[in-house]
């Protein structure tokens, strides 16, 4: 069992910046793969990026470019570096943990509650 705990959210004008973090509970964190995901009122949850166990990362195309993965597994984080952010970038950010590193949301077995980014345009 994993619990996962997002924070960093927060209302950026346009252009701004945020960093996302997400803590995990339990020793066994360095075995997950972890990733990022979001969801805009109306839309369906979308694919943000991922990190493989190993430390490969993958991103959508939308945040390629602007967008950083990063995890420490001696702390149990993963956190997600947010620059140019833009009015399309509001949503709720989620972090998830599974075996792969992959942009199926449905091979994510852990999901934390959500934390509200909002940029203003």
């Known amino acids: 069992q994993v619990q996962l705990v997002e924070s960093g959210g927060g209302l950026v004008q346009a252009g701004g910046s945020l960093r996302l973090s997400c803590a995990a509970s339990?020793?066994?964190?360095?075995?997950?793969?972890m990733g990022w995901f979001r969801q805009a009122p109306g839309r369906e949850r979308e694919f943000v990026a991922a990190i493989s166990r190993g430390g490969s990362t993958y991103y959508a195309d939308s945040v390629k470019g602007r967008f950083t993965i990063s995890r420490d597994n001696a702390k149990n984080t993963v956190s997600l570096q947010m620059s140019s952010l833009k009015a399309e970038d509001t949503a709720v950010y989620y972090c998830?943990?599974?075996?792969?590193?992959?942009?199926?949301?449905?091979?994510?077995?852990?999901w934390g509650q959500g934390t509200q980014v909002t940029v203003s345009s």
């Open positions: 339990g020793r066994t964190f360095s075995t997950y793969a």
């Open positions: 998830a943990a599974g075996f792969i590193a992959t942009m199926d949301v449905t091979k994510y077995i852990y």
